[in-house]
């Protein structure tokens, strides 16, 4: 497939490596983005061949998380064939913002956290907010020595991004810290905390994760087909689904009272000016539809 901002390869028999290739916006994800992933990701999970799939990123950072610039991404949206049952992107108010997020960020992250093959995040520079939607869903991450990894949503008002997966990644207490400061977790520190699993030098990062995918695709497909099977399932045993979907609901809670205050999603007073610029401009197209179709 044509895909402007994703790329799909096979470096060696096997394996499936997707690059992130949205250098220029240090890999912000629009809807674009978002459904040319899922698409690869789909695609990879196909291909019979395939047994180990490679998330990786071009450019400076692995990812700025969601773009907060773009425009009309409620029409955007209307380009792609939905994947999940949330389909009223459109309706007007909390209806219309939380079923978007159901299909883009909590839909296509857990959608990629169960594909039937084991899947590897290489993740360097910055890995933000929204961006960690793409690593904590693969099976292991590999980071360079000056990956960072931030959540910066609550000085935004809002109590952490779509697919809260925080404590599960790190435990309660760090879980807090990170949320409660917005300061960033370095590669070391995200190993010893059991979020990472390997950390290698920027210039290594390549090849130590192919090598990493190479011995896993060594083994039968069934067997590691049933071992992410087993994991997962403790993990929701363990109350995880319940858990994110209170944690979903809670911040379209937030989402709603920041419109009914400023009239804008988050919290301004705690965010940097231009990304407040671009959250205004970027809903009140979307907000002008919708008063326009609500008189009619």
């Excluded at 773009?70 to 939380?98: C, F, L, T, V, Y």
């Excluded at 049933?226 to 994110?244: E, L, P, T, W």
């Amino acid at each position: 497939m044509a895909w402007q901002h994703i790329i799909y390869e096979k470096p060696e028999p096997h394996i499936a490596r997707i690059w992130l290739n949205r250098p220029d916006t240090a890999n912000a994800q629009d809807t674009q983005f978002l459904y040319e992933l899922n698409d690869a990701m789909d695609q990879a999970a196909r291909e019979d061949d395939v047994r180990v799939i490679v998330m990786a990123a071009k450019g400076k950072h692995f990812s700025s998380g969601h773009d907060v610039r773009e425009r009309d991404h409620h029409d955007n949206q209307e380009h792609w064939k939905p994947i999940g049952n949330s389909n009223q992107h459109r309706r007007a108010g909390a209806e219309g913002r939380m079923s978007r997020e159901e299909e883009l960020y909590t839909g296509f992250s857990e959608r990629w956290r169960n594909l039937p093959k084991p899947t590897i995040a290489a993740v360097h520079g910055k890995c933000v907010s929204g961006g960690l939607l793409l690593c904590w869903p693969c099976d292991l991450i590999v980071a360079s020595d000056d990956a960072q990894f931030q959540e910066v949503t609550v000085a935004m008002g809002i109590a952490g991004v779509e697919w809260f997966a925080h404590p599960w990644e790190m435990g309660a207490r760090k879980a807090k810290e990170m949320l409660l400061t917005g300061e960033p977790i370095g590669a070391e520190e995200a190993r010893q905390l059991g979020m990472v699993n390997r950390v290698v030098p920027r210039d290594r990062l390549e090849a130590e994760t192919l090598d990493l995918a190479r011995k896993i695709a060594s083994q039968p497909t069934f067997a590691t087909k049933m071992v992410k099977m087993a994991v997962n399932a403790a993990q929701d045993a363990q109350g995880r689904h319940s858990a994110f979907q209170t944690a979903f609901a809670l911040h379209h809670l937030a989402h709603s009272h920041w419109m009914e205050v400023y009239g804008l999603p988050v919290d301004p007073s705690g965010i940097h000016g231009s990304v407040k610029k671009s959250y205004a401009e970027g809903d009140e197209p979307f907000r002008a539809r919708q008063n326009a179709r609500n008189s009619q």
